[in-house]
């Protein structure tokens, strides 16, 4: 018989071969004490290696919502925080089912979302939850935006917001790109993208090759 290698674009579950980056993710998942920043070259496989976290570890208790920022343009700031709260509502509508028609009504009575409402509605998410992922994948997109450093700053803030809010604990975000940390947020009176744990994706060993 004949096989037949398949070119995929997302690799299929029993073709996926886990990596020492895999590893690093899961420790950075259970701390939830940092984000995950995964730096590497294009062609590398980061993409698959977020969407095989999301699908081995996401279950109706810790929840992984996934972003790509190369197929949305987002005109406004605002834009961006409705799109990370709709995506995940719409993909875990089963989990937030209540917490979709509080946050509804409150952008119907509100209009733009402000980096206050967009936390307050992450914070009601996670009252649900015991754990709430974000993945930003190809954030390199989202930097040339003009608000870009309003976005990164606000997901710097959450962490540090913990000390406040402890509920905030169960919120952590991965994120993806070509471009160094220290580069991701442009102006320089804005305290840098520092709290990141760097996850660098590989070539395969020797074993993880056969």
């Known amino acids: 018989m004949e096989l037949i290698l398949q070119s995929y674009p997302i690799v299929p579950p029993n073709l996926y071969v886990e990596r020492d980056a895999d590893r690093q993710i899961r420790q950075v998942i259970q701390s939830m004490t940092r984000p995950g920043y995964i730096l590497v070259a294009r062609q590398m496989g980061k993409t698959n290696l977020l ?16 972003i790509d920022f190369t197929s949305t343009i987002f005109e406004t700031e605002s834009e961006c925080y409705d799109e990370i709260i709709d995506i995940t509502l719409e993909t875990h509508r089963h989990v937030f089912q209540r917490e979709a ?20 509605d992450l914070r009601l998410l996670i009252g649900t939850v015991d754990k709430l992922v974000i993945i930003l994948d190809e954030i390199d997109a989202l930097v040339r935006m003009p608000f870009s450093d309003n976005v990164f ?17 169960k919120l952590s975000y991965l994120l993806s790109g070509v471009m160094e940390p220290k580069d991701i947020i442009k102006n320089p009176d804005i305290s840098p993208f520092n709290i990141g744990q ?7 060993t020797r074993s993880e090759f056969y």
């Open 198 to 204: 760097e996850i660098y994706v590989k070539d395969f």
């Open 51 to 66: 969407m095989h976290t999301k699908d081995v570890l996401e279950d109706e208790r810790n929840i992984f919502t996934y």
């Open 101 to 120: 028609e509080i946050i509804e009504k409150r952008r119907n009575a509100r209009g733009t979302t402000t980096q206050r409402e967009f936390t307050r």
């Open 153 to 169: 700053a606000l997901i710097r803030s959450h962490y540090f917001q913990r000390k406040n809010y402890p509920d905030m604990g």
